[in-house]
């Protein structure tokens, strides 16, 4: 029997998420789009917060980020407070010896409004400038999930044809802000 998922070309996607409250959406795309997409996330516990915040961001950079083709971030209500995706959107950018990675925001439902419209002060600041850049997109959650292979490839040329509009020029953040909570 020929199966579909056997010739689609599995893009390596990091994806970025505040872990306390938007793990359900997390586990939603690692149940549904194992076949498209070779997870390379952080997950829980596998990066002791007792370490110091350059050993972490080494850490996200070289053994998860460095051969990710693609960073998925998802945008809850608290994700631009915290500094772990801000490092992980600005490793992706960064580039390694496989090169930048593509950079797309999927909006998830408790910060969309009724038209689906989003404010660049309620996104992560790096992924903000990279939407304003050109560089990167910004997908609700029920577009992204009906139409998820579409945009990681999209993504995965984009990291190419519109490397010259990545804006990683922004400072990292050294700490989590307050939130919505």
């Known amino acids: 029997m020929y199966n579909y998922f056997n010739n689609i070309q599995k893009h390596k996607v990091f994806i970025s998420y505040y872990h306390k409250d938007d793990q359900k959406y997390k586990n939603y795309i690692d149940d549904n789009f194992k ?45 631009k407070t915290r500094k772990h995706v801000d490092w ?27 038209n689906n419209q989003y404010y660049y002060e309620d996104i992560p600041s790096r992924l903000a400038d990279n939407i304003k850049s050109g560089y990167s997109k910004m997908y609700d959650w ?9 945009i990681i490839d999209e993504a995965f040329e984009n990291r190419i044809k519109l490397k010259d509009k990545i804006d990683n020029s922004r ?11």
């Open 35 to 79: 076949d498209i997409i070779i997870n390379k996330s952080v997950m829980d516990n596998d990066i002791d917060s007792d370490n110091s915040d350059e050993y972490i961001k080494r850490l996200i950079r070289e053994d998860y980020i460095s051969d990710s083709s693609v960073v998925i971030v998802l945008v809850g209500k608290n994700t």
């Open 88 to 114: 992980e959107i600005y490793a992706g950018l960064r580039g390694s010896v496989n090169g930048n990675s593509g950079l797309v925001g999927i909006l998830l439902p408790e910060l969309q409004s009724n």
């Open 142 to 150: 029920n577009y992204a999930i009906n139409n998820f292979k579409s």
């Open 171 to 181: 400072n990292q953040m050294q700490n989590n802000t307050t939130g919505w909570y």
